[in-house]
């Protein structure tokens, strides 16, 4: 194969990531070739197997530092960003990492004469009370402003083997009698799963979709916190109570839970912020088209995906009789 015909290089920035390594997976099977960029490149082999030989490369890349950023783009055909915090640490930061490097990934796709794929998120607001909200919404806006023709896909709260939503809970079933509902358990979701969101972005790649627009992207059912936990407390065979925590007091409990020395804070306030407002897919987007269904994808279900890796939390595991409860 000469260098004139070989596959399209996409660089994927976050590709160790949840919703990355499945862009991954999604891209390979395609036949694009693939360059990982990470902050460890060493911690991405696990990448690897999910491409022919030589298919997928790895780069180091930091979002802080646009040099890494420039260097990981280059000769890239097209670039994916899929890198997002869940809660600030150290000197990753929501507005270093989901505005400054989002606005550099950006600059560098346009630099590089590449085209450009972005994940950003349902609430996404530059005016909103949610940093993390915030933050989302002025990367979408300074990414259009420098690649018009970017996509720009906003998923619900994403669900799959790795996410950190049905896991975190089902882990605390594991040891606590007691399950929070934070506001009542009324916040409303639309949970997507994994491959449908890593299948969009490869449809984008592919340029199978109208470009320059900011798709909504959610599953079939608009589920309430409180369902969800239902769910998934259902399919690990636990019974558990439910305990409604008003919104003032989870604050309180992030504010604390913030200042304890974890890896990763099991609650934040500005997580507290989020699930004020239902994270479903607008009827503006509805109405415009711009959904799951505009990429001929079928959104699949909680239930019909949960039960695949939720095994592990039942009382005996896969060897849990079906209806039994601990």
């Known amino acids: 194969m000469t260098l004139s015909n070989l596959p399209p290089l996409v660089t994927v920035f976050g590709g160790s ?26 911690l991405a082999g696990f990448l690897q197997p999910l491409g022919n030989v030589g298919q997928i490369s790895f780069v180091q890349a930091n979002l802080r530092y646009r040099k890494s950023v420039d260097a990981a783009v280059q000769g890239a055909d097209h670039v994916v ?5 869940l809660f600030e640490s150290g000197r990753n930061t929501f507005d270093s990492v989901q505005d400054f490097g989002a606005r550099a990934v950006a600059e560098a796709a346009r630099g590089a004469g590449a085209t450009l794929t ?14 993390y909200a915030r933050s989302k919404g002025r990367a979408e806006k300074a990414i259009l402003e420098t690649v018009a023709d970017a996509v720009i896909l906003r998923p619900s709260i994403v669900f799959g083997p790795e996410d950190g939503f049905f896991n975190k809970f089902a882990e605390m079933s594991r040891f ?25 972005v490869a449809k984008s790649v ?19 916190f409180k369902n969800c936990l239902e769910i998934m407390l259902k399919t690990i065979d636990r019974q558990r109570v439910l305990l409604p925590i008003p919104f003032g007091i989870a604050s309180m409990i992030g504010s604390v839970a913030s ?12 997580q507290v912020t989020l699930l004020k407002s ?17 990429f001929g994808i079928e959104p699949t279900s909680v239930e019909a995906v949960l039960p695949s890796y939720m095994v592990r939390y039942r009382p005996q595991g896969q060897y849990t009789r079906s209806g039994s409860t601990a």
């Open 118 to 131: 972005h994940i950003s998120a349902i609430g996404a607001d530059a005016s909103a009370e949610s940093l």
């Open 206 to 224: 592919e340029g199978k979709i109208a470009r320059g627009r900011i798709y909504e992207i959610g599953g079939p059912d608009v589920l309430t």
């Open 278 to 294: 239902d994270n479903v897919v607008s009827a503006t987007a509805q109405a415009d088209g711009r959904t799951l269904q505009a």
């Open 81 to 85: 960003n899929c890198v997002g915090l």
């Open 17 to 42: 990531g949840f919703v990355g390594r499945h862009v991954v997976r999604a891209l390979a099977r395609r036949g694009f070739r693939i360059r990982v960029a990470v902050r460890r490149p060493d």
């Open 176 to 200: 606590s009698p007691v399950l929070p509902l934070i506001g009542g358990g009324k916040t409303a979701f639309q949970p997507v799963y994994v491959t449908d969101v890593a299948d969009a």
């Open 259 to 270: 200042m304890v020395p974890l890896i990763t804070p099991p609650l934040t306030v500005d």
